[in-house]
């Protein structure tokens, strides 16, 4: 019988928003938090991890370790630094549950080692499974761990699915919100300050940039195609604007499930902590009758190139999506950084798919090379 709540709890990216989210979660639901992690903001760490009497936290810039040592001088808590470091968090045997929220490729090594540890790790950045999908299943089902989803729209599929085979499965249906951009018809003017105005969701400005972008249902179509064993051509992806529909499974009996809430992410976070059960939480249900309408569109793919090159990385596979995601991380942090123009990033991530190699079922260490050689690139430009 799974447990109602986890024991012991290792939070991967604890400064971002899911990550502070999810100690305020685990705080209401009593669950302990081992270990933390944060990539540089020191000062946060340190009080995230001292308010939540946690044993051990982790930087994973190496150099700011010393910085890190003299925030939590007369704590209990134990420094630490690095890769090796976040991947022992992940791992270590005190722990039992571990919510990986690292933005990025650089979540996918402590992502691994969790899974390979047979935890139950609730999986709230999507890259780790876009680059190596196929990997992390394969070790979940010898280790026994469990996966279990964060994203919204990813959350509200696996809740549909409960009780119910792929086989029955005619269509995977992710919502989108649209992004700010939804109604806009020349791209190549907006600014970076409309691009990081999400009109539903409140994100890091990476995700943010994902969701204007509609990078982030790309993403999410190959998350999907690995966490719920459906093929591509199986996945649709529709423009919900209110956000209140959070992804749909259509059956083959002509049926649909869908899972309806307001749009916080503190719902998906408490329930891949809770699961299976639906504890008492601090968001209440969306008010029906205030609603309205509830709407949808297709998306516009000739504004929004980014879901044609998700659906082709996810048939494809090997390493197109490892390229695509390394490309888009370059291309945002770029844009975020002040230069180029919001559909640079389109281009930019266009390219390198062009120039992909084709290699079926890559090993771990072909999968991070491809991403080691992409950011390489990009960053000659």
């Known amino acids: 019988m799974t447990p109602a709540a986890p024991r012991v709890l290792t939070i991967l990216g604890a400064t971002g928003s899911i990550g502070v989210n999810t100690v305020a979660v685990a705080q209401a639901l009593g669950v302990r938090v081992h270990a933390v992690s944060a990539h540089r903001k020191v000062d946060e760490l340190a009080r995230i991890a001292v308010a939540g009497q946690a044993s051990v936290a982790v930087i994973a810039d190496e150099s700011l370790l010393p910085q890190l040592r003299r925030a939590l001088s007369g704590s209990a808590v134990q420094a630490q630094a690095g890769p090796e470091a976040l991947c022992a968090i992940s791992s270590c045997p005190q722990v039992d549950t571990v919510m990986t929220a690292i933005v990025g490729a650089a979540g996918l090594p402590a992502t691994l080692a ?17 680059m190596a999908g196929e990997l992390i299943v394969r070790e979940a089902a010898s280790s026994g761990a469990e996966l279990l989803p964060v994203d919204s729209e990813h959350s509200a599929i696996f809740q549909c699915l409960e009780h119910h085979h792929a086989e029955e499965v005619a269509q995977l249906v992710l919502t989108a919100s649209g992004g700010p951009f939804r109604q806009v018809l020349d791209l190549s003017q907006v600014t970076r300050e409309q691009a990081l105005k999400h009109p539903t969701w409140s994100m890091g400005p990476k995700i943010t940039i994902d969701s204007a972008t509609l990078m982030n249902k790309s993403l999410e179509i190959i ?93 494809a596979g090997g390493l197109l999506p490892t390229i695509m995601n390394a490309a ?22 266009e390219r390198a798919l062009a120039q992909a190699p084709r290699v079926a079922a890559p090993r771990l260490d072909e999968i991070l090379a491809a991403d080691t050689d992409t950011r390489a690139q990009l960053s000659m430009r």
């Open 114 to 130: 969790a899974v390979r540890a047979g935890k139950r790790v609730c999986i709230a950045n999507k890259e780790p499974l876009v």
């Open 223 to 315: 998350e999907a195609r690995w966490l719920f064993g459906i093929a591509a051509e199986r996945i649709r992806v529709l423009i919900h604007p209110q956000s209140v529909i959070h992804s749909m499974v259509t059956y083959r009996d002509g049926s649909v499930m869908a899972q309806l809430g307001r749009p916080d992410m503190r719902v998906p976070i408490q329930y891949s902590l809770t699961y299976p059960r639906h504890a008492p939480g601090p968001v209440q249900p969306p008010d029906f009758a205030s609603l309205g309408a509830l709407t949808f569109e297709e998306p516009d793919l000739a504004r929004f190139p980014s879901l044609r090159m998700g659906f082709h990385a996810a048939t």
């Open 328 to 349: 888009n991380e370059m291309a945002v942090a770029d844009y975020l950084a002040g230069h180029g123009r919001f559909i640079d990033i389109f281009q930019v991530i």
